[in-house]
T-cell receptor
Framework: GENVGLHLPTLSVQEGDNSIINCAYS??????FIWYKQESGKGPQFIID?????DKRQGQRVTVLLNKTVKHLSLQIAATQPGDSAVYFC??????????FGTGTRLLVSP | SQTIHQWPATLVQPVGSPLSLECTVE??????LYWYRQAAGRGLQLLFY??????ISSEVPQNLSASRPQDRQFILSSKKLLLSDSGFYLC??????????????FGEGSWLTVV
């Protein structure tokens, strides 16, 4: 079945460090991936997306890398700030209508 | 700009009571609409999605149902709540297919506690 999972449930970093959050997916048919940030008690917020015809995409302080060979996705946050503390979810789209989410990684940023 | 509203934000319901969560989207037409559930400290599970009025797809067998009586309205219901229905319910929408720029956007969620 479809499964999107994350390697680390909690990631603790110091303010100013770079953070890397990893995600493995199992559906090789997925061709669209999204990273969401969810703050406590709120709905997920879109961060960045990437299509399967790309292996890297950059946004403001964030970069998503896609390795289709090993079905791996990562989110890199540069110069992590306390406001980046949240749970981060990767999601894959095995079709064009639905997203399948992983269990999430909690990022804790210490001042 | 598009906005999504869902209510109530929190509710505490006894086991066996009915449920109705409502979601509306403004600023767009014919969106795809979604209901997700998130158990405490867990990921998001897709419950239902709808591509149009009266069209509902159920992803998992459960004690819940969904309806779409109007283009931009999506309702999650239950006739008799179970303890296991407790969780954080999220309504979401998108326009068009899942391509860059047409991602899924979420509402602020509704916390349901069944006691």
């Amino acid at each position: 079945g479809e499964n999107v999972g994350l390697h680390l449930p909690t990631l603790s970093v110091q303010e100013g460090d770079n953070s890397i959050i990893n995600c493995a997916y199992s559906n090789s048919a997925s061709d669209y991936f999204i990273w969401y940030k969810q703050e406590s008690g709120k709905g997920p917020q879109f961060i960045i997306d990437i299509r399967s015809n790309m292996d890297k995409r950059q946004g403001q302080r964030v970069t998503v890398l896609l390795n289709k060979t090993v079905k791996h996705l990562s989110l890199q946050i540069a110069a992590t700030q306390p406001g980046d503390s949240a749970v981060y979810f990767c999601a894959e789209a095995p079709g064009f209508q639905k997203l399948v989410f992983g269990t999430g990684t909690r990022l804790l940023v210490s001042p | 700009s598009q906005t999504i509203h869902q209510w109530p934000a929190t509710l505490v319901q006894p086991v066996g009571s009915p449920l109705s969560l409502e979601c509306t989207v403004e600023g767009t037409s014919n969106p795809n609409l979604y209901w997700y559930r998130q158990a405490a400290g867990r990921g998001l599970q897709l419950l239902f999605y709808s591509v149009g009025i009266g069209q509902i797809s159920s992803e998992v067998p459960q004690n819940l149902s969904a309806s779409r009586p109007q283009d931009r309205q999506f309702i999650l219901s239950s006739k008799k709540l179970l303890l296991s229905d407790s969780g954080f319910y999220l309504c979401a929408w998108k326009k068009g297919t899942l391509l860059s720029g047409n991602t899924i956007y979420f509402g602020e969620g509704s916390w349901l506690t069944v006691v």
